[in-house]
């Protein structure tokens, strides 16, 4: 007798951990079902574990339910209130009209909801992706020149594109750098391809050493997602008398000291001084 005794103990503590309602079972038999368990529990389960295990094995309808007629989370409720709620659904639950109706405008806010959720998360992929593919300034998967460059004692690998205009450095190696303070830019920088980006600021004068040399030029700096790198654009690249074969494959780059790399309308006489100056100077605003 003991045994047995025990054994209905047990099974009872086990309808309650792994309750679910059934397919055919109103919210009224579930409520008595699990209760009728908890009852024959000794000692006594505690009453929040009753209610959490009731609340996670009803339908969603009913849960909302729950949560609709306490205000908030039901699992948050006292026992006499938690109690109070389950009489109330139970003898509205005697009303079908009444418990119908509340239940079918509880699931149209609900589908309304993850309707506009979903149409929310497609847009902001949308956007994510148009962001990643202008602020990433990475190595495209074919040939695309580099060179090697030194900014305060630290050596980075810059691409070098004549597409852009501006000289750009993304904001985790300007924030390595320890540089001064930047400037502001208010207009937004259109590329080739019709993306545009706002940038961080500009770095103006920073002293960037190129093959020997020293050249003074100034950074947009533009948020980067992932390993960004620096970008030197066309006004740097014709001070160094770049020239960019993207056919062939190769680049090369003017010796120091042979003057001015590109052709002039008119030729000038050559200076008597030799070599370049120690610092050169090529803003990033020179558009010719």
Not at 203 to 231: H, K, M, N, P
Request: proline share 5%.
């Amino acid at each position: 007798m003991h045994y047995f005794y025990l054994v209905e103990m047990g099974m009872s503590e086990e309808i309650i951990f792994t309750f679910k309602q059934g397919n055919n079972e109103n919210f009224e038999e579930a409520w008595t079902r699990i209760f009728d368990a908890y009852s024959k529990t000794e000692p006594k389960m505690p009453l929040s574990l009753l209610l959490n295990s009731f609340y996670f094995g009803l339908v969603l309808c009913f849960r909302y339910a729950l949560d609709a007629l306490v205000g908030g989370d039901f699992l948050k409720c006292d026992g006499d209130q938690a109690f109070n709620v389950i009489k109330k659904l139970i003898a509205a639950y005697k009303t079908p009209s009444k418990l119908d109706a509340s239940i079918i405008s509880i699931e149209n806010r609900l589908s309304t909801l993850e309707t506009g959720l979903s149409s929310m998360s497609d847009c902001y992929n949308r956007l994510r992706e148009q962001f990643d593919h202008v602020a990433i300034n990475s190595e495209p998967p074919m040939w695309f020149p580099t060179l090697k460059v030194a900014i305060n004692n630290m050596t980075f690998r810059a691409h070098c594109d004549i597409m852009s205009e501006f000289c750009l450095m993304p904001e985790n190696i300007y924030e390595s750098l320890s540089l001064w303070e930047l400037s502001n830019v208010d207009e937004e920088i259109t590329f080739a391809n019709d993306a545009t980006i706002s940038p961080v600021g500009k770095a103006g004068g920073v002293f960037t050493q190129i093959l020997g040399r020293t050249v003074s030029t100034d950074y947009l700096v533009i948020e980067c997602v992932g390993t960004g790198q620096i970008t030197l654009g066309r006004s740097l690249l014709r001070l160094l008398g770049a020239v960019i074969d993207v056919g062939e494959g190769t680049m090369k780059i003017a010796p120091p000291g042979c003057g001015h790399r590109f052709p002039m309308a008119k030729k000038k006489k050559k200076s008597k001084r030799k070599g370049p100056p120690e610092i050169e100077v090529a803003s990033s605003l020179d558009n010719t």
